[in-house]
Structure formats: structure tokens, C-alpha cells
């Protein structure tokens, strides 16, 4: 949560280095094939000047990116306080490696952004590397069940086929296990 892959201090870029390392070494240990961590981009903290936050994000995810790789892990970047999703686009496409991609949250995407989800997905689907799927009311990011609140899973299901883009790691995240069945029973109807 305190973490920074973008921070202009580079004290702060250290340490969110260092938790990321432990984070691989972990998730290497489990025998994870895949890791999610956050961009850290505000656009408020970097006076929408996002060619800021991507020099500095960069210096993290070097070494980082080459952690995962020697462990045989994938690292996507979540969306979180976007509106748009090129400084996601852009980090990706600057580390350009087959070890690096991007995680589309449902959620986070139904309360920050400010584009269509038609749009979202063609910036970023060459990238996508996991899909987290949970639903909220475009107020709260309440975690509700797909299908319990107001975004168009329709929509996201027949725009990602269209693009040709269907082979993602796929995470329900929601926060009971009967929220888990219900969530899986209305994915598997759509």
C-alpha cells in the first residue's frame, strides 16, 4: 500500500525495490507463476506529468522485471486510480519484456475511468496478462460479485473476444467464498 515504483525519492524507490524482490522470492517459493503489484501512478502526485513517474518507475522495474524473469515469473501492473490507461500502456511497451504485462481490474476500471471500456482494452490488450473480476456500484470498491453491480461484463467478455484476446490468468475478487460460487456461476452463463 506504501509502496512507490514511481517515487521521486530514491530511498523510497529502494524499499519498494527490496519488497518487491521479497514479494518474487516468495512467490517463487509457492511455485506462483505470476505476481501483481500496482503502478503507483497518481496523476495528482506527479502533476499529470507522466513522463516523471515513467523515468523513475523504470529504474524499479529493472531490476525487478530481471528478478522475475531468472525465477520464471510474470509480473502485470493493476490498474488502480487510472482514468485512462496509457502511462499503463507506456511502462509496458518501455520494459518490454514477454515477463512483464498488465492486470485489468473490472472494479477499479467501473470507478476511475473516464473512457469507454472499448477503448481501455484496445490500448492495453496487447499486454494483458490477468483479469480481476469483481463488481461495485461506480461509488465503492465494494468487491461485489460480477453481476451485482453496474459493470457490463457482457460488454468486457464480447469486447476482449473481439480482439482476438482470451488466454489470461483469471482472479474473482471477491470477499466470500459463496460471493466466489456466485461469482463463477454468472461468468460461466455470460
Given at each position: 500500500m506504501d509502496l512507490?515504483?514511481?517515487?521521486?525519492?530514491?530511498?523510497?524507490?529502494?524499499?519498494?525495490?527490496?519488497?518487491?524482490?521479497?514479494?518474487?522470492?516468495?512467490?517463487?517459493?509457492?511455485?506462483?507463476?505470476?505476481?501483481?503489484?500496482?503502478?503507483?501512478?497518481?496523476?495528482?502526485?506527479?502533476?499529470?506529468?507522466?513522463?516523471?513517474?515513467?523515468?523513475?518507475?523504470?529504474?524499479?522495474?529493472?531490476?525487478?522485471?530481471?528478478?522475475?524473469?531468472?525465477?520464471?515469473?510474470?509480473?502485470?501492473?493493476e490498474n488502480i486510480?487510472?482514468?485512462?490507461?496509457?502511462?499503463?500502456?507506456?511502462?509496458?511497451?518501455?520494459?518490454?519484456?514477454?515477463?512483464?504485462?498488465?492486470?485489468?481490474?473490472?472494479?477499479?476500471?467501473?470507478?476511475?475511468?473516464?473512457?469507454?471500456?472499448?477503448?481501455?482494452?484496445?490500448?492495453?490488450?496487447?499486454?494483458?496478462?490477468?483479469?480481476?473480476?469483481?463488481?461495485?456500484?461506480?461509488?465503492?470498491?465494494?468487491?461485489?460479485?460480477?453481476?451485482?453491480?453496474?459493470?457490463?461484463?457482457?460488454?468486457?467478455?464480447?469486447?476482449?473476444?473481439?480482439?482476438?484476446?482470451?488466454?489470461?490468468?483469471?482472479?474473482?475478487?471477491?470477499?466470500?467464498?459463496?460471493?466466489?460460487?456466485?461469482?463463477?456461476?454468472?461468468?460461466?452463463?455470460?
Open positions: 512507490s515504483p514511481g517515487a521521486l525519492d530514491p530511498l523510497i524507490r529502494r524499499v519498494t525495490v527490496e519488497r518487491f524482490s521479497q514479494t518474487l522470492n516468495i512467490a517463487g517459493l509457492l511455485g506462483a507463476g505470476n505476481v501483481v503489484f500496482h503502478s503507483g501512478y497518481e496523476k495528482w502526485k506527479y502533476e499529470h506529468r507522466t513522463e516523471i513517474w515513467l523515468e523513475r518507475s523504470l529504474r524499479t522495474w529493472e531490476p525487478v522485471v530481471t528478478q522475475a524473469e531468472a525465477k520464471g515469473l510474470t509480473i502485470a501492473i486510480f487510472e482514468e485512462e490507461p496509457e502511462n499503463l500502456r507506456m511502462l509496458a511497451e518501455a520494459v518490454s519484456s514477454r515477463n512483464f504485462g498488465l492486470c485489468f481490474d473490472a472494479g477499479h476500471f467501473n470507478l476511475f475511468s473516464t473512457i469507454s471500456l472499448k477503448q481501455w482494452l484496445s490500448i492495453v490488450s496487447p499486454y494483458l496478462l490477468e483479469l480481476h473480476l469483481h463488481d461495485n456500484d461506480g461509488a465503492r470498491d465494494s468487491h461485489l460479485p460480477p453481476g451485482k453491480g453496474v459493470f457490463d461484463f457482457k460488454a468486457f467478455f464480447d469486447d476482449l473476444e473481439a480482439l482476438g484476446t482470451d488466454n489470461f490468468i483469471t482472479t474473482v475478487e471477491t470477499h466470500s467464498i459463496d460471493d466466489v460460487r456466485e461469482s463463477i456461476r454468472f461468468i460461466s452463463a455470460v
